[in-house]
């Protein structure tokens, strides 16, 4: 019962803040959406730039990549193209975690303890 209590306690502090909190939100969106992570597969031949907003900025090939696609048989040019997609997804996990570290400090700065698992959830 007390927990519950605490719990609609914490809430209601959190409504009588919200344009606080979401001023805060606000600020942490245009600072990650800024802040940039790289992703890279196949020993750094594909390499992805990505922004924490979660679009991808910048794809580099190896030229070794691009001439075993030029040159090379279908079987090489579906595993450039693995690359690519494990550098992106590389890249866009690191940005996921990024932006879980970010909401997690926001919160903790603003008074409100966000549950981890929400947190890992973002991540």
């Known amino acids: 019962m007390f927990d519950k209590l605490k719990a609609a306690t914490q809430m209601a502090g959190m409504l009588k803040d919200l344009p606080r909190l979401q001023a805060k939100l606000a600020e942490v969106r245009e ?6 992570v790289h ?14 907003d979660l679009r991808i900025e910048s794809v580099t090939l190896d030229p070794s990549v691009l001439r075993g696609i030029a040159t090379g048989s279908a079987a090489d040019a579906a595993y450039a ?9 590389d890249a866009l996990s690191s940005a996921r975690a990024r932006i879980a570290e970010e909401l997690g400090r926001a919160a903790k700065e603003a ?3 966000l549950p981890t698992q929400l947190l890992e959830q973002l991540g």
Not at 31 to 36: E, G, M, Q, V
Not at 39 to 52: D, F, L, S
């Open 111 to 113: 008074g409100v303890d």
């Open 81 to 89: 193209n693995r690359m690519v997609a494990d550098a992106t997804n």
């Open 39 to 52: 992703g890279a597969a196949g020993g750094g031949a594909v390499r992805v730039i990505a922004t924490c």
């Open 31 to 36: 600072r990650l959406a800024s802040t940039k």
